[in-house]
């Protein structure tokens, strides 16, 4: 038991070696050239200045230049073209059927530094935005709309993000982690952004994301992990270049750069003796560092902290609390408006497992709810949907309904830590639709869209999937997590069958495969119901965890059963689930307002995905689905196999059809996805095998 | 869940940071210079020349220069001492007694290469060998009895060793493996041997090891892990000088030195296109290989292989079966009379825990047993002591009765991967011992110290535990495994306890502790039957494994049951362990001569302790002892707890009596041992107390 053992460890840490970009062809993801097709075979006109519009200039000359269209740049109108992107607010006013769609759909708002109207004056169409940003997401929302774009009996369009900020935290490491490695839970190959200690040197590529990002609607990123080593935190001052030079890449493409810091850099990179936030030196310092970096980055974001969580620093060790932590560096960045997002990630992992009384789900309400109020307004407390930590299946952070006078933004994981790891399919658009939907209030009431919406939420933040593998995130299918996730942070509402309707649209054009319905049908039958498939034959009625430890991937029933880290599921040869009613439970289900409270605290009333987040029952409990616990355990375990195994069939459908690269790396993938659930299924069915005693009524192996 | 889980991943598999040996005071293990006062304070003459005798002559002189003692290197006789070290065979004999104990106690034999004489003549005590080595044993004999060496009633001793091979095999990596480290399965800091690709600088420090090791009897040493890098490798060719430097400083001491290699050498060093063993080729290449090592290293010890095990290539590749792999070696060794150390340690690693017809503990013996009679006469096979992999309990292996035509070594594991790391007290004296004693062709028949021992026999190895911190072993307590090896190798029969004794007086002699009757009575109530109390609170009744996996410290019950690594319990509501019998089972029961065949294959007739690795029982089956199998498992665990709170409190009343250091480093590692032996003992509990859903009769807290 020994090297390959530890090799094998190894693998599973360091999953990828990063890939040269200039060794590989590129995927191009949902802005393939002919997605531009429609575009740039027409007269296109352009109105207006600025980085931003120059950024659309140079797209649609792109495309002009491949399909045979033309454009102009131009201050007038007097041009005889199909499309017209134009600034509002120069001195030339558009037509009069332009002019009467503003006042027709306007109802006073304006478009916003974002928004854009979409309508047609006579034969042309035209995108009027107050502010560049809004002609770029504009020029966006024609290429998804291809032809339809031109259709003259389209009526005018006005769009707005729902979300001010919609944001990706990437978890990138400057210098490779012993452990970790350059992206900590990242499948995708190495850091886009960074190598080996130094920013990367293919900017075209960096730049090339910003441009997916944009086209997606994500206007901002962290370039450094959460967690802040050395070399990290030095980003913040004598490295301050190297996210200057990523700001700069960016920045064309209407995306904000921001910074994660340790809460300890008056210490590290200060040299003063404390970190206390009520410190005037302190204080000093961060005003000082932040002037700095705002004189060279001046449309810089804000600082990410991960503080007093999991070995972070924080103000915890100066009897301070969180409210004291993120209005210290609030208070340096308001002269520049610039945003701290604060995690709620925090928690006690130095847990005893022989302890029933603490409870990790508890933990973040615990330590913020008592702070609403106290936070600057340019914080914005970072919540992770769930209490617990980006399973399959959380109740949703009661966090979120707790604290109304406070800017709160909803963290969900792009990455698939605990989802497969982008070598499962598993689309989890409809898991972000059922939380950011969630009325934490009632039925009727408000929802987590709307907490997180308008100029006073801190809107939508994910810790990104992508890296420098050719397809971008490792599995290409996973290209539709990062799409969607844009997309529904721009409009929380959508549904997500249509937006990944529009990735496929754009992903896989009729050009580029030779029978697109095909490809749409499979790709919908593979992907819509992904993530409940994955649920299926992974850690059943909300239970979570279940995972090997360390990788996260692949089963581990007991695999955090007696450790630090509060993950726990009590099975024993009775029942199983964790026991958090207000009655004999932890209490956590009394954290949410009385509907939900209500329904979670018995088991009779809480939902069946969520029965064994909150309740210990015995394996013969009945659920709503008239099924009892251990069967429904065999039959979900024995149908997500059956799907996965479907998936693959119907992937097999395509062969010829698309790209073979995309083709076989999916397919790879596949079979080791048939590979790894069914050793989910095996694993999760032998272990409540063994200990409940009850047999498959159905009679199937369970070994 | 991820930096700071990572850093403790982190501490598991890098336990700690190499020390540079001038930054410490390095502990002089069982040979301080007190050891040598009763030596050192007498006049010594010494008789005969050659590299060895020198050294006798320097550990004399210095002893002499600190203890006031004098020393004679002469020719003759004629000198008024009081100790004489001869080399026999010199043209002037002793005196009459000399000659009369020689002829007395003779019965023919020869002292041999490494035996030695110690008897009195006259006021003298006389020391006398055939051979150099046998005066450098004789030197540290004397230095063992101190004072009693002077007994003029003490009778002629004649002793030679019982095993000519006494080798230790280090796990150390030449260059820093990215999870293993410098020393595989190390635990005691950095490697003596090499420091991050190079040959360390300390050359006095190998030197002091090897008098360590020479006090204790071992008589070679392998230099790199049996898992063999592409650095290591080259240790045969280009890099030989650095195993050749080794081999000098070791060389006064009588320590051959030997090598791993790899089996792919001929194509991974020599650009071969094959390694098949039987190709002309590449028998050539070992040849002329093995010929270049001679000449550089002539006293060079041979070769140590693991072939196709885990991994490392060896001779399936080519269709070829293990005999012909280590012939293919012996051949180019048998020239210059090394051997090959080709190790048994061969099995499935890539089984399938649905399949319960395969059995790890079979391999070994599947493998080699059929073919006994192939190997050349200077092949020693090297058989783990148990069929499965240095548990702290397992039956021993069945294919030490079944090679009855080959050489064969037992591999027993010194450094202390599975029995607590060298943070627990584990002192594995009493069960080496048990191993070595076992009949295996029952009770009347010979022991297995019997098939190792002689011209026959492959003699003893073992795994090292030392490192470069400055106890040798990290638990100072773990010197004493190291000691023991040593000893046991020497004479197979003596009692661990009196070992452990010799260990006592030796390095805790009366001028450096203030109560060396305190000293040795708390030594022997805490070491004596550590080993047991480690059993009594880890994997219960012989059913092994149960650890963490990778690092294998620390309880996880089903760290390995869904593994592919063949190591299972199966564990469920109703019961626990491995059906190896013949008539339900595995079979593996019956590979033993038929004594232990029939007493295995009934769990009526099997030993208690080993009850569970071959039999699989209900909780409720009652023991010999009298208990039933869950309540077994409770009271040891609730015992091994108590045992090691009674450690701690026993060593504790040396505070202050002891070198404070000592001191300090095993009270931190008691304090470790409580805590661990603690969590074994709650999880372990818990764990089946979830299973069986039986109480403790005694109504202890399980949680």
Same mark, same amino acid.
């Given at each position: 038991?020994?090297?390959?053992?530890?090799?094998?460890?190894?693998?599973?840490?360091?999953?990828?070696?990063?890939?040269?970009?200039?060794?590989?062809? #590129?995927?191009?993801?949902?802005?393939?050239?002919?997605?531009?097709?429609?575009?740039?075979?027409?007269?296109?006109?352009?109105?207006?200045?600025?980085?931003?519009?120059?950024?659309?200039?140079?797209?649609?000359?792109?495309?002009?230049?491949?399909?045979?269209?033309?454009?102009?740049?131009?201050?007038?109108?007097?041009?005889?073209?199909?499309?017209?992107?134009?600034?509002?607010?120069?001195?030339?006013?558009?037509?009069?059927?332009?002019?009467?769609?503003?006042?027709?759909?306007?109802?006073?708002?304006?478009?916003?530094?974002?928004?854009?109207?979409?309508?047609?004056?006579?034969? #042309?169409?035209?995108?009027?935005?107050?502010?560049?940003?809004?002609?770029?997401?504009?020029?966006?929302?024609?290429?998804?709309?291809?032809?339809?774009?031109?259709?003259?009996?389209?009526?005018?369009?006005?769009?707005?993000?729902?979300?001010?900020?919609?944001?990706?935290?990437?978890?990138?490491?400057?210098?490779?982690?012993?452990?970790?490695?350059?992206?900590?839970?990242?499948?995708?190959?190495?850091?886009?952004?960074?190598?080996?200690?130094?920013?990367?040197?293919?900017?075209?590529?960096?730049?090339?994301?910003?441009?997916?990002?944009?086209?997606?609607?994500?206007?901002?990123?962290?370039?450094?992990?959460?967690?802040?080593?050395?070399?990290?935190?030095?980003?913040?001052?004598?490295?301050?270049?190297?996210?200057?030079?990523?700001?700069?890449?960016?920045?064309?493409?209407?995306?904000?750069?921001?910074?994660?810091?340790?809460?300890?850099?008056?210490?590290?990179?200060?040299?003063?003796?404390?970190?206390?936030?009520?410190?005037?030196?302190?204080?000093?310092?961060?005003?000082?560092?932040?002037?700095?970096?705002?004189?060279?980055?001046?449309?810089?974001?804000?600082?990410?902290?991960?503080?007093?969580?999991?070995?972070?620093?924080?103000?915890?060790?100066?009897?301070?609390?969180?409210?004291?932590?993120?209005?210290?560096?609030?208070?340096?960045?308001?002269?520049?408006?610039?945003?701290?997002?604060?995690?709620?990630?925090?928690?006690?992992?130095?847990?005893?497992?022989?302890?029933?009384?603490?409870?990790?789900?508890?933990?973040?309400?615990?330590?913020?709810?008592?702070?609403?109020?106290?936070?600057?307004?340019?914080?914005?407390?970072?919540?992770?949907?769930?209490?617990?930590?980006?399973?399959?299946?959380?109740?949703?952070?009661?966090?979120?309904?707790?604290?109304?006078?406070?800017?709160?933004?909803?963290?969900?994981?792009?990455?698939?830590?605990?989802?497969?790891?982008?070598?499962? #399919?598993?689309?989890?658009?409809?898991?972000?639709?059922?939380?950011?939907?969630?009325?934490?209030?009632?039925?009727?009431?408000?929802?987590?869209?709307?907490?997180?919406?308008?100029?006073?939420?801190?809107?939508?933040?994910?810790?990104?999937?992508?890296?420098?593998?050719?397809?971008?995130?490792?599995?290409?299918?996973?290209?539709?997590?990062?799409?969607?996730?844009?997309?529904?942070?721009?409009?929380?509402?959508?549904?997500?069958?249509?937006?990944?309707?529009?990735?496929?649209?754009?992903?896989?054009?009729?050009?580029?495969?030779?029978?697109?319905?095909?490809?749409?049908?499979?790709?919908?039958?593979?992907?819509?119901?992904?993530?409940?498939?994955?649920?299926?034959?992974?850690?059943?009625?909300?239970?979570?965890?279940?995972?090997?430890?360390?990788?996260?991937?692949?089963?581990?029933?007991?695999?955090?059963?007696?450790?630090?880290?509060?993950?726990?599921?009590?099975?024993?040869?009775?029942?199983?689930?964790?026991?958090?009613?207000?009655?004999?439970?932890?209490?956590?289900?009394?954290?949410?307002?009385?509907?939900?409270?209500?329904?979670?605290?018995?088991?009779?009333?809480?939902?069946?995905?969520?029965?064994?987040?909150?309740?210990?029952?015995?394996?013969?409990?009945?659920?709503?689905?008239?099924?009892?616990?251990?069967?429904?355990?065999?039959?979900?375990?024995?149908?997500?196999?059956?799907?996965?195994?479907?998936?693959?069939?119907?992937?097999?459908?395509?062969?010829?059809?698309?790209?073979?690269?995309?083709?076989?790396?999916?397919?790879?993938?596949?079979?080791?996805?048939?590979?790894?659930?069914?050793?989910?299924?095996?694993?999760?069915?032998?272990?409540?095998?063994?200990?409940?005693?009850?047999?498959?009524?159905?009679?199937?192996?369970?070994?």
């Amino acid at each position: 038991m020994n090297a390959e053992e530890s090799m094998e460890l190894d693998r599973l840490l360091f999953v990828e070696e990063p890939i040269e970009a200039d060794e590989v062809r #590129v995927h191009p993801a949902w802005l393939p050239p002919e997605a531009f097709r429609a575009l740039g075979s027409r007269r296109v006109l352009i109105h207006g200045d600025g980085l931003l519009v120059d950024t659309v200039l140079d797209e649609v000359s792109r495309a002009c230049a491949r399909y045979g269209g033309r454009v102009w740049h131009s201050p007038t109108w007097d041009v005889d073209v199909d499309l017209v992107f134009a600034l509002r607010g120069t001195d030339e006013l558009p037509g009069a059927a332009v002019r009467a769609a503003l006042a027709d759909g306007g109802d006073g708002e304006p478009l916003g530094d974002e928004g854009f109207l979409l309508t047609r004056d006579g034969d #042309v169409t035209v995108v009027l935005a107050d502010a560049p940003a809004g002609l770029l997401y504009g020029l966006f929302h024609v290429v998804r709309l291809c032809a339809a774009a031109f259709d003259p009996a389209r009526p005018a369009e006005r769009h707005r993000p729902a979300l001010r900020r919609r944001m990706l935290n990437h978890w990138d490491n400057v210098a490779v982690h012993p452990v970790m490695g350059q992206v900590e839970r990242g499948y995708a190959g190495g850091s886009i952004l960074w190598r080996e200690g130094r920013p990367r040197d293919d900017r075209a590529r960096l730049r090339e994301y910003g441009r997916l990002l944009a086209a997606s609607g994500v206007n901002a990123i962290s370039v450094n992990n959460v967690n802040v080593g050395h070399t990290e935190a030095r980003l913040l001052t004598d490295r301050l270049g190297d996210v200057a030079e990523i700001a700069d890449v960016l920045r064309p493409y209407g995306i904000r750069v921001h910074l994660s810091v340790s809460f300890a850099a008056p210490i590290v990179l200060g040299g003063l003796p404390t970190a206390d936030p009520l410190d005037a030196a302190v204080r000093t310092w961060w005003s000082v560092t932040t002037r700095r970096v705002y004189e060279r980055i001046p449309d810089f974001g804000g600082y990410l902290v991960k503080a007093d969580s999991e070995g972070q620093p924080g103000p915890f060790s100066y009897g301070r609390d969180h409210a004291d932590g993120a209005n210290l560096l609030a208070e340096a960045l308001a002269p520049y408006g610039g945003v701290v997002h604060w995690r709620a990630f925090v928690y006690n992992h130095h847990q005893d497992w022989r302890d029933r009384s603490t409870d990790r789900a508890r933990a973040a309400y615990d330590h913020f709810a008592p702070l609403d109020g106290r936070f600057r307004t340019n914080v914005i407390v970072q919540v992770k949907h769930g209490p617990v930590d980006f399973q399959t299946r959380e109740p949703v952070s009661p966090v979120l309904a707790a604290m109304p006078a406070t800017r709160l933004a909803v963290e969900l994981q792009v990455t698939q830590e605990y989802t497969g790891q982008q070598r499962h #399919v598993c689309h989890l658009g409809p898991w972000w639709s059922e939380v950011l939907r969630f009325a934490p209030w009632g039925p009727d009431g408000r929802t987590i869209a709307d907490v997180v919406a308008g100029a006073v939420g801190g809107g939508l933040v994910a810790v990104a999937n992508v890296g420098d593998d050719p397809f971008w995130t490792g599995h290409p299918l996973a290209q539709a997590n990062l799409y969607t996730f844009g997309r529904l942070a721009w409009d929380p509402g959508r549904d997500p069958a249509a937006i990944l309707d529009e990735w496929i649209t754009l992903t896989f054009p009729p050009s580029a495969t030779a029978d697109p319905e095909l490809v749409r049908r499979v790709l919908h039958e593979i992907m819509d119901d992904s993530w409940r498939t994955y649920e299926r034959y992974t850690a059943p009625l909300g239970v979570g965890f279940m995972v090997n430890p360390g990788d996260h991937y692949g089963p581990g029933v007991d695999g955090y059963e007696y450790t630090r880290w509060g993950t726990y599921h009590f099975a024993d040869r009775d029942g199983v689930g964790v026991d958090r009613s207000r009655a004999t439970g932890t209490g956590f289900a009394g954290q949410y307002p009385p509907h939900w409270a209500t329904t979670y605290e018995s088991p009779e009333s809480c939902p069946d995905e969520l029965l064994l987040f909150f309740h210990h029952v015995p394996y013969g409990h009945v659920l709503h689905s008239g099924s009892t616990v251990i069967q429904h355990i065999y039959d979900t375990h024995f149908a997500g196999v059956e799907e996965v195994t479907a998936m693959r069939r119907r992937w097999q459908t395509l062969r010829g059809t698309i790209d073979p690269s995309v083709y076989e790396r999916v397919a790879e993938r596949l079979d080791e996805q048939v590979r790894s659930a069914t050793e989910w299924r095996d694993q999760i069915n032998t272990y409540f095998f063994r200990k409940s005693g009850v047999p498959d009524k159905r009679g199937r192996e369970i070994h």
